[in-house]
């Protein structure tokens, strides 16, 4: 997709997440705020709030302490999509996850989520958040990069590619490692780490 600006989520930029996933058709997202896998076992909201507030404030909170949880995609100055990733070793459900347990012990980055806009779906937001999410894990010197994407035969119902699709990872160079669910593979990319002298080249341009 053209015409995509994507920037890491920093505290700043906090509200325009909030305001992403407000929007209609999206609220798996905002009950979510991409704290399930953080956490393993049964979590207890606080008395008098919601899942989704305290799903929220502790994301924020996450935040607020520098970690950078994903990247955010604008068009136009307006957010419309939006990739979770970061080290595996953060995400503490992957642990007990039949179908994304790791396959060893090598340190790599996982890919949990997608949330695109609905009304900017099948334009290419997530294809283009993928790619910038590539860009940004070779910034970060990470060498692999891992995936748990949906494999289905024709059109998947929205609902069910908060993943991304197998195909997408494929276009990207990802291959596939494991496979514990005929439609859920596991899909890595090695990466080569950029270059001081190459960040110093884009910095400076």
């Not at 955010?72 to 970061?86: A, F, K, Q, T």
């Not at 439609?183 to 090695?190: I, L, N, Q, W």
Request: hydrophobic share 40%.
């Amino acid at each position: 997709m053209r015409g995509l600006n994507v920037e890491p989520l920093t505290i700043e930029r906090f509200p325009d997440l909030v305001e992403l996933f407000s929007r209609p058709g999206l609220s798996v997202a905002r009950n979510c705020f991409c704290m399930f896998y953080r956490r393993s076992g049964k979590h207890d909201r606080p008395p008098g709030m919601t899942y989704s507030e305290a799903n929220r404030r502790a994301f924020k909170a996450l935040v607020a302490r520098g970690v950078v949880p994903g990247l955010l995609g604008y068009e136009n100055d307006r957010p419309v999509g939006w990739i979770s990733l970061g080290p595996r070793e953060d995400y503490a459900r992957l642990a007990r996850s039949q179908v994304m347990r790791p396959v060893d012990d090598k340190p790599v980055w996982s890919i949990i989520c997608f949330v695109v806009d609905p009304r900017a779906r099948r334009r290419g937001v997530a294809a283009a958040m993928l790619e910038a999410a590539i860009a940004w894990a070779r910034k970060q010197q990470v060498t692999l990069l891992e995936a748990y994407p949906c494999d289905k035969p024709g059109r998947a119902h929205d609902d069910s590619m908060w993943f991304g699709a197998k195909r997408m990872f494929d276009r990207e160079g990802f291959v596939e490692v494991a496979r514990r669910k005929p439609t859920r593979p596991v899909m890595r990319k090695k990466l080569r780490a950029a270059t001081q002298s190459a960040r110093t080249r884009r910095a400076s341009t």
